[in-house]
């Protein structure tokens, strides 16, 4: 059954005013000013709702979990159309181009309901809470969902600057905040040598689990790899006695 905004007639119903009424076929725009390339009108907002219809969250999830599933599948991001991802989401195309302006936009979206939450660190020292890290990051390496949003968004770097720019704010950033943060305290607890360079040392810390998950799949993320790799590190960058 398809999902259907507030306000239609039925189950099946993809919008009103559109041509199509039932399941998801061929999709139309209601009107020039609602779908790139079919008028003169402006395109609505990214991700903004159409004037005087209430925003559906029920829907929204449905096309986010719909281009998700479609991700899960092992279509690239490249061949990710929104054609594709209304028919797999039980909508019309126009119910997506009221909420987002094209597929970069929407994969915006997708990254952030993607990404899970901070992992809570114990505080009680600074190997635990590397570990914690690190834990989080095998985790997620190992997570399909994850994995699999992570290779096509390393994939699209170069094509789709906006869609790196947008994992970059919303999953690189944030989580390196955090390492550093965890790095800066260890420094001033005396727990690594003072003249550590944190940036680099951040790098060095994530850098095993980030090439296992891209380029060493085969290699594998056993559990007790955080612990593994953060006493390995940790052997070297303690200050002498």
């Given at each position: 059954?398809?999902?259907?905004?507030?306000?239609?007639?039925?189950?099946?119903?993809?919008?009103?005013?559109?041509?199509?009424?039932?399941?998801?076929?061929?999709?139309?725009?209601?009107?020039?000013?609602?779908?790139?390339?079919?008028?003169?009108?402006?395109?609505?907002?990214?991700?903004?709702?159409?004037?005087?219809?209430?925003?559906?969250?029920?829907?929204?999830?449905?096309?986010?979990?719909?281009?998700?599933?479609?991700?899960?599948?092992?279509?690239?991001?490249?061949?990710?159309?929104?054609?594709?991802?209304?028919?797999?989401?039980?909508?019309?195309?126009?119910?997506?181009?009221?909420r987002w302006s094209g597929k970069e936009e929407l994969f915006v979206?997708?990254?952030?309901?993607?990404?899970?939450?901070?992992?809570?660190?114990?505080?009680?020292s600074l190997r635990d809470d590397l570990v914690a890290l690190l834990?989080?990051?095998?985790?997620?390496?190992?997570?399909?969902?994850?994995s699999v949003i992570l290779h096509n968004v390393h994939a699209q770097?170069?094509?789709?600057?906006?869609?790196?720019?947008?994992?970059?704010?919303?999953?690189?950033?944030?989580?390196?905040?955090?390492?550093?943060?965890?790095?800066?305290?260890?420094?001033?607890?005396?727990?690594?040598?003072?003249?550590?360079?944190?940036?680099?040392?951040?790098?060095?810390?994530?850098?095993?689990?980030?090439?296992?998950?891209?380029?060493?799949?085969?290699?594998?993320?056993?559990?007790?790899?955080?612990?593994?790799?953060?006493?390995?590190?940790?052997?070297?960058?303690?200050?002498?006695?």
């Amino acid at each position: 059954m398809s999902l259907a905004d507030p306000g239609t007639t039925g189950p099946g119903t993809i919008d009103p005013g559109t041509t199509g009424t039932t399941g998801p076929g061929p999709d139309t725009c209601p009107g020039p000013d609602t779908c790139p390339g079919t008028g003169t009108g402006p395109v609505p907002r990214p991700g903004g709702p159409a004037r005087g219809r209430p925003r559906s969250e029920a829907v929204e999830r449905a096309i986010i979990e719909g281009a998700m599933k479609l991700l899960e599948d092992g279509v690239p991001l490249a061949e990710l159309s929104i054609e594709r991802i209304a028919r797999t989401a039980g909508v019309g195309k126009a119910t997506i181009y009221r909420r987002w302006s094209g597929k970069e936009e929407l994969f915006v979206d997708v990254l952030r309901a993607a990404e899970p939450v901070d992992p809570e660190l114990p505080g009680t020292s600074l190997r635990d809470d590397l570990v914690a890290l690190l834990e989080s990051l095998r985790r997620r390496g190992l997570a399909r969902r994850a994995s699999v949003i992570l290779h096509n968004v390393h994939a699209q770097m170069k094509s789709s600057p906006k869609i790196w720019a947008a994992y970059r704010d919303t999953v690189v950033l944030p989580r390196r905040r955090l390492g550093l943060e965890v790095l800066r305290r260890g420094r001033e607890n005396g727990e690594l040598r003072a003249d550590v360079d944190l940036e680099l040392l951040h790098d060095i810390v994530v850098g095993p689990l980030l090439v296992r998950t891209l380029l060493r799949p085969d290699a594998g993320l056993p559990d007790g790899l955080a612990e593994q790799v953060v006493d390995t590190l940790l052997q070297g960058l303690r200050p002498a006695p």
